[in-house]
């Protein structure tokens, strides 16, 4: 018999390469995606199989963390042995502009996974994605037993999210886990996030197709790692005989202007000519330095990143550039 996981944000970067990563471990996969007007599963569009064909072993729900009934008639119906609620409205910088919305999905969404969960009649392991923002003014290296001081509207949600978890598996038993993630990153990385935003604008200035590259805070640092270690280190968790939390980093930081020195050192371009400061990129709220201690995962989990800072940044500019080139002029 096959495994079952319930994937929630499976139609995002993590989302994708989880997804990619069980079907390779022989899981039956399955996943909630919000209904849109137009298609959002370009990440996944390679794993997909009509349902219909019986060898098919990903499936996709509509639902929403905003609502409760559907989640519960997606768990009643797939029954799963693995959840794994990445499900967020991730971009911190936005949460500043809408954070009712992301409190109600980041934070609420995540009491309304529990609860499913304690009401089904099954054993269930959980994975709730925390993130590095929780630590906010917390100064580095930061783990599991690091202060939380949030910063902004997500990390705030966040922060509220790990506590539920951590208090559902106290409370009522349950095999909850919390993976507390530093910034991940690959091509898949959404077209807003400064990383790709950075490695996209690369790709078109060394075509000609942009002159300028506008960024807020280069002096940020971040500790970087790539989407597809992380999965491995998520499933991980699952795997355990014990429930537990566990900071999932490489223990390097780079600031925003290595990243960006980086990035247009792969095409043979100088920085200096093309960045632009641009204050209404800036936070409300800043956080200066993450950079995440993985000792536990490395000692308990036997995990470790395999990507270096330089091979992830070179991986991501020679994928928007040779998405780049495919597209037609003008577009």
């Given at each position: 018999?096959?495994?079952?996981?319930?994937i929630?944000?499976?139609?995002?970067?993590?989302?994708?390469?989880?997804?990619?990563?069980?079907?390779?471990?022989?899981?039956?996969?399955h996943?909630?995606?919000?209904?849109?007007?137009?298609?959002?599963?370009?990440?996944?569009?390679?794993?997909?199989?009509?349902?219909?064909?019986?060898?098919?072993?990903?499936?996709?729900h509509?639902?929403?963390?905003?609502?409760?009934?559907?989640?519960?008639?997606?768990?009643?119906?797939?029954?799963?042995?693995?959840?794994?609620?990445?499900?967020?409205?991730?971009?911190?910088?936005?949460?500043?502009?809408?954070?009712?919305?992301?409190?109600?999905?980041?934070?609420?969404?995540?009491?309304?996974?529990?609860?499913?969960?304690?009401?089904?009649?099954?054993?269930?392991?959980?994975?709730?994605?925390?993130?590095?923002?929780?630590f906010?003014?917390?100064?580095?290296?930061?783990?599991?037993?690091?202060?939380?001081?949030?910063?902004?509207?997500?990390a705030?949600?966040?922060?509220?999210?790990?506590?539920?978890?951590?208090?559902?598996?106290?409370?009522?038993?349950?095999?909850?886990?919390?993976?507390?993630?530093?910034?991940?990153?690959?091509?898949?990385?959404?077209?807003?996030?400064?990383?790709?935003?950075?490695?996209?604008?690369?790709?078109?200035?060394?075509?000609?197709?942009?002159?300028?590259?506008?960024?807020?805070?280069l002096?940020?640092?971040?500790?970087?790692?790539?989407?597809?270690?992380?999965?491995?280190?998520?499933?991980?968790?699952?795997?355990?005989?014990?429930?537990?939390?566990?900071?999932?980093?490489?223990?390097?930081?780079?600031?925003?202007?290595?990243?960006?020195?980086?990035?247009?050192?792969?095409?043979?371009?100088?920085?200096?000519?093309?960045?632009?400061?641009?204050?209404?990129?800036?936070?409300?709220?800043?956080?200066?330095?993450?950079?995440?201690?993985?000792?536990?995962?490395?000692?308990?989990?036997?995990?470790?990143?395999?990507?270096?800072f330089?091979?992830?940044?070179k991986m991501?500019?020679?994928?928007?550039?040779?998405?780049?080139?495919?597209?037609?002029?003008?577009?």
């Amino acid at each position: 018999m096959h495994k079952v996981a319930l994937i929630t944000g499976i139609t995002g970067q993590i989302g994708s390469y989880l997804a990619e990563f069980l079907l390779s471990m022989d899981y039956t996969v399955h996943g909630i995606i919000r209904r849109c007007s137009t298609f959002n599963t370009d990440r996944i569009d390679h794993l997909y199989t009509d349902p219909h064909d019986g060898g098919a072993r990903l499936f996709l729900h509509y639902g929403d963390m905003s609502d409760s009934d559907s989640i519960n008639s997606i768990l009643g119906k797939v029954q799963p042995d693995e959840i794994f609620n990445l499900a967020a409205q991730s971009h911190v910088r936005v949460s500043f502009d809408i954070p009712e919305y992301t409190v109600d999905v980041v934070a609420n969404g995540v009491f309304r996974m529990l609860e499913a969960i304690r009401r089904l009649d099954k054993d269930v392991k959980y994975y709730q994605a925390s993130s590095s923002e929780i630590f906010g003014e917390s100064p580095p290296p930061q783990n599991e037993k690091t202060a939380f001081r949030p910063r902004s509207p997500y990390a705030i949600s966040k922060v509220a999210g790990y506590y539920a978890t951590v208090l559902y598996r106290d409370a009522y038993d349950l095999f909850a886990c919390n993976g507390i993630m530093f910034n991940s990153e690959s091509p898949r990385r959404g077209e807003t996030f400064v990383t790709r935003k950075i490695t996209k604008a690369v790709a078109k200035i060394a075509l000609g197709r942009q002159e300028k590259l506008f960024l807020g805070n280069l002096d940020a640092k971040r500790d970087w790692g790539f989407a597809g270690d992380y999965v491995k280190a998520i499933w991980k968790m699952l795997q355990m005989d014990n429930p537990d939390d566990y900071a999932i980093a490489t223990g390097e930081t780079h600031s925003v202007r290595e990243f960006v020195e980086a990035a247009f050192a792969v095409l043979d371009l100088d920085s200096n000519k093309y960045v632009c400061f641009d204050e209404r990129y800036l936070r409300p709220a800043e956080v200066d330095a993450l950079c995440g201690d993985a000792t536990k995962a490395k000692e308990v989990l036997g995990w470790a990143p395999e990507c270096n800072f330089a091979e992830l940044v070179k991986m991501m500019v020679i994928s928007d550039y040779e998405i780049e080139i495919r597209k037609p002029p003008g577009d």
